[in-house]
């Protein structure tokens, strides 16, 4: 077995390994994968591997690192480190080779005087945590002293018509898109009729919701700066640096002020965004939604309830029925809004002894 330093020469083939491996719950775009484990710039590519056979150089495995850097413009993440995918071939498993690109990502996350390294969660991250499906892999992990810690969920509006959240044994295909009834409710899981959400904007005397515009870049960076400054702060920075014009941002506004706001997706954002990762699994467009906040001094009035109805209707507006809703552990307030758990994670995270 050799290893070689993970790059852009190895992208096809592993996007290859990737989704013969779990295609058929998480399938992997090119685009997808240069985007996440290539153009961070928070790859480490001194803990970043790719595990090749020998004899005809075809990729079994690969491990991808990501640090904190000190030139991000936000302190989010100091001190951490990440094991964004680590991945072997089944039928090359129990043969030492996670073992070995998980010593190489270690030691080089250790060399940068890491802290504490997570498995997923990181800046454009693919997974909050382990998958639920991947029990021998959290087995694996915990018995090389990573800690199992929160309950993690993407959740579906559409959790009947859902592809993709079978067993490793199951074969994920396309939902057949069934109609939505024309009568103004839905179908809950369990059959019963609920209401139909996004079919309006909510209203308040006080309160308007709107999408975004290339104007409000300014204020929203504001806003974000002084209420949640941070991941979500530096990811808004990215947004717009990459060409984004405001549309995938719902705005709660207050005597013309921003107060709140809700990130929405589709095929037209200028980034692939984490709630739109798996969009190849279903034959019909799917939306996403999130993340979402208000101002700590707007809160208890019903807009964080709001904001969301709001980013149903503009996404529902665009001819999107299937919205998804990832990395979460809000399941009782989002089934208020008909959404139910599609994929569930678990977190796991170690810490490193530097001094």
């Not at 290539?38 to 150089?57: C, M």
């Not at 936000?74 to 964004?84: A, F, H, P, Y």
């Not at 074969?171 to 409710?185: D, M």
Request: charged letters at 25%; aromatic letters at 12%; one cysteine or more.
């Amino acid at each position: 077995m050799e290893y070689h330093p993970w790059s852009s020469k190895w992208l096809d083939a592993v996007c290859q390994l990737w989704n013969e491996q779990c295609g058929d719950r998480f399938p992997m775009r090119p685009e997808l994968l240069r985007q996440n484990s290539l153009d961070d710039p928070h790859l480490l590519p001194e803990g970043s591997w790719v595990a090749v056979e020998k004899e005809n150089q075809r990729p079994v495995g690969v491990v991808i690192a990501k640090k904190w850097s000190e030139a991000d413009p936000v302190t989010w993440g100091k001190g951490s480190g990440w094991i964004q995918a680590l991945l072997v071939d089944r039928a090359c498993r129990r043969q030492g080779i996670g073992a070995e690109l998980l010593k190489r990502a270690e030691s080089a996350l250790f060399q940068q005087n890491v802290e504490k390294i997570s498995l997923g969660s990181d800046w454009w991250h693919y997974f909050p945590g382990v998958p639920d499906e991947e029990q021998e892999t959290m087995r694996w992990a915990e018995k090389r002293g990573y800690i199992a810690g929160k309950q993690l969920f993407d959740l579906i509006s559409s959790p009947e018509e859902t592809a993709g959240n079978r067993s490793a044994s199951g074969v994920g295909q396309p939902a057949t898109g069934k109609e939505r009834p024309a009568s103004g409710v839905e179908q809950s899981v369990s059959g019963k009729e609920r209401p139909a959400f996004g079919t309006e904007l909510p209203t308040f005397a006080e309160v308007t919701f709107r999408e975004g515009k290339p104007e409000d870049r300014d204020a929203l960076m504001a806003f974000f700066n002084r209420c949640f400054p941070g991941r979500w702060e530096y990811e808004a920075l990215c947004y717009f640096e990459k060409g984004g014009t405001g549309r995938e941002f719902v705005l709660a506004e207050k005597n013309g002020a921003i107060i709140g706001f809700c990130r929405i997706n589709d095929d037209r954002s200028p980034i692939i965004a984490q709630n739109v990762y798996w969009a190849p699994l279903f034959a019909d467009e799917l939306g996403g939604i999130g993340p979402l906040g208000i101002d700590p001094q707007e809160r208890k009035f019903g807009y964080g309830r709001a904001v969301v109805e709001a980013g149903i209707y503009f996404l529902r507006q665009r001819g999107i029925e299937r919205i998804c809703i990832d990395w979460t552990d809000l399941v009782d307030f989002y089934r208020k809004l008909g959404f139910e758990v599609w994929k569930g994670y678990r977190s796991y995270s170690k810490i490193l002894n530097v001094g």
